[in-house]
């Protein structure tokens, strides 16, 4: 009904930068917060970053000013700019979406299926 995929992820070096993107697909009338979240191995998952469907931005504090999300609405996508990558970024990064609002309903808590980033010291 809803999919979330994300691409973009990859291998860096320390410093460099990635640009992760996440279209949701499906019946879609609108879509609500959009996040971004990873899992470092042994680790919880954990919030990066969010965005509202107004614009409006958190943080972790671990990426502020490293780490740039912003979306397209038209495109229903949501991108995670992420500069002065540090070897404590790599992990699985996991898109989400609040709620989804379809032709049959409202969806809720959607997760895509993840993109390793990798930065290398």
């Known amino acids: 009904q809803v999919q979330l995929v994300e691409s973009g992820g990859g291998l860096v070096q320390a410093g460099g930068s990635l640009s992760l993107s996440c279209i949701a697909s499906g019946r879609i009338f609108t879509v609500g917060a959009m996040a971004w979240y990873r899992q470092a191995p042994g680790k919880q998952r954990e919030f990066v970053a969010d965005?509202?469907?107004?614009?409006?931005?958190n943080y972790a504090d671990s990426v502020k000013g490293r780490f740039t999300i912003s979306r397209d609405n038209a495109k229903n996508t949501v991108y995670l700019q992420m500069n002065s990558l540090k070897p404590d970024d790599t992990a699985v990064y996991y898109c989400?979406?609040?709620?989804?609002?379809?032709?049959?309903?409202?969806?809720?808590?959607?997760w895509g299926q993840g993109t390793q980033v990798t930065v290398s010291s």
């Open positions: 989400n979406v609040e709620r989804i609002t379809t032709n049959r309903g409202p969806v809720f808590g959607s």
């Open positions: 965005i509202n469907s107004g614009g409006d931005t």
